[in-house]
């Protein structure tokens, strides 16, 4: 082998080293999260979370960065309708002994416009313009909040007196229907059939078939409904009966 393919071998033997070596010390994004801020001595965030209410004071983006290197770094915040609230450049803070660095920006909430722009809202870490982490954060008003649950509670107040009621119509309807039983077979006994005999059996089908409909959806605003067709099919039912016994 001559000098001039030993030396090519060398050389490629020594980028290749090289290429390893760079890629191994390349930078990489570690972790991120939503805080408030972070440690001065460990450089961890502080009071994280992604959901605020509008007398928030601030939210800020923490990214670590694994080798940070010397490169631009830059933080877009973006409110729910898609404009560009703040664009900043920022720079790595670096642990001190150790081989990772956090960059980390901030923006203030209930002493600016923020405050008035409720929703989702999108942060994003660009390293040399490229992106390279993102994270969403929501502004919500407290008073808002409190004026939902309120309404929460109104309809569930609601719901609660629909039900009362409509198990007070059950239990008169069970009695009602349980009444009509008693004459039904009172009169069944009897000996001989009519016309109107034959009407009373039709009637009574109906009304309990009707009641086990209204049994099956019990706690529906169709009960209602149900409970009046009853109710008037009872009435339709105890005057043929009269009409029959008077006969």
Do not use: H
Not at 26 to 34: K, L
Not at 93 to 120: C, H, P, Q, R, Y
């Amino acid at each position: 082998m001559n000098k001039q393919k030993i030396g090519l071998i060398l050389l490629l033997s020594i980028s290749l080293s090289m290429i390893g070596v760079q890629f191994t010390n390349a930078q990489t994004i570690q972790d991120s999260t939503m805080c408030y801020g972070y440690g001065a001595t460990d450089l961890q965030p502080r009071g994280i979370g992604n959901t605020i209410f509008t007398y928030t004071e601030q939210i800020g983006f923490w990214v670590q960065i694994q080798n940070p290197t010397d490169v631009s770094y830059r933080m877009i915040w973006t409110d729910p309708n898609g404009n560009q609230f703040r664009n900043s450049a920022v720079e790595v803070v670096e642990k001190s002994g150790s081989d990772w660095g956090i960059v980390f920006d901030s923006i203030k909430i209930a002493e600016t416009t923020a405050k008035n722009k409720l929703g989702v809202w999108s942060v994003s870490l660009y390293v040399d313009g490229e992106e390279m982490s993102a994270a969403e954060f929501q502004i919500i008003s407290y008073d808002s909040l409190l004026d939902t649950f309120e309404d929460f509670n109104d309809q569930l107040d609601e719901i609660i007196d629909e039900k009362d009621n409509l198990l007070a119509q059950n239990e008169a309807l069970q009695a009602q229907l349980e009444a009509i039983q008693a004459q039904y077979a009172a009169l069944e006994a009897q000996v001989g059939t009519s016309s109107d005999y034959e009407q009373l059996q039709t009637d009574y089908e109906n009304i309990e078939a009707d009641y086990n409909a209204l049994k099956a959806s019990q706690g529906t605003t169709k009960m209602m409904m149900y409970a009046s067709i009853v109710v008037a099919l009872i009435a339709v039912v105890v005057a043929v009966y009269f009409g029959v016994m008077k006969k």
